[in-house]
T-cell receptor, first 118, second 118 residues
């Protein structure tokens, strides 16, 4: 089974509108973290937002918020007030086995290409 | 510089040749990761290091791929007998341990090394 599933290969949104990018995940580990990264056409991976599995509240970072529904195993990214500069690939990723003093790999989804239009 | 540095940014080689890709992580980051990204895909995990040792090399596709991090800082990804299917962008990332200060363990990525095998 895919660890991270992003079912929207491409999305369009008008400038100043909000958009939701979907992400579902699969893990049996009770301790995990979910990440969203943005990759513009220039290629660099830019960290946007993080949600820990034990976090009680949904994460927010400026115009980005993460709609975390643990029972449904979904971690959708919401971008409010879209800007032209938001046009990019967006990747959802998961890290399993979170324990203090350790590091572990991120597993990425296939991404969603967001295009912001005028 | 302050970020993850990867060299070369572009490498064109012929099938069967040997290639080395270098990564210089953010100072103080003890974890270092290698990913491979093919066109239109998400980053695919290859290997990660905790200090000098490879903590997880489960993503290396075969024994032509090898990575080292002899002093716990700079890492080199080595590809022997390159094949056309090895063509991709090779991304390096580094992170703190989870629990080092108030951090999420997010990965900080370099700009990648684009490998083209003719």
């Amino acid at each position: 089974a895919q660890k991270i599933t992003q079912t929207q290969p491409g999305m369009f949104v008008q400038e100043k509108e909000a958009v939701t990018l979907d992400c579902t995940y699969d893990t049996s580990d009770p301790s995990y973290g979910l990440f969203w990264y943005k990759q513009p056409s220039s290629g660099e991976m830019i960290f946007l937002i993080y949600q820990g599995s034990y976090d009680q509240q949904n994460a927010t970072e400026g115009r980005y918020s993460l709609n975390f529904q643990k029972a449904r195993k979904s971690a959708n990214l919401v971008i409010s007030a879209s800007q032209l500069g938001d046009s990019a690939m967006y990747f959802c990723a998961m890290r399993e086995g979170l324990r203090a003093g350790t590091a572990s790999k991120l597993t990425f989804g296939t991404g969603t290409r967001l295009q912001v239009t005028l | 510089g302050a970020g993850v540095s990867q060299t070369p940014s572009n490498k064109v080689t012929e099938k069967g040749k040997y290639v080395e890709l270098r990564c210089d992580p953010i100072s103080g980051h003890t974890a270092l990761y290698w990913y491979r990204q093919s066109l239109g895909q998400g980053p695919e995990f290859l290997i990660y290091f905790q200090g000098t040792g490879a903590a997880d090399d489960s993503g290396l596709p075969n024994d032509r791929f090898f990575a080292v991090r002899p002093e716990g800082s700079v890492s080199t990804l080595k590809i022997q007998r390159t094949e056309r299917g090895d063509s991709a962008v090779y991304l390096c990332a580094s992170s703190l341990w989870r629990g080092q200060g108030e951090n999420t363990g997010e990965l900080f990525f370099g700009e990648g090394s684009r490998l083209t095998v003719l």
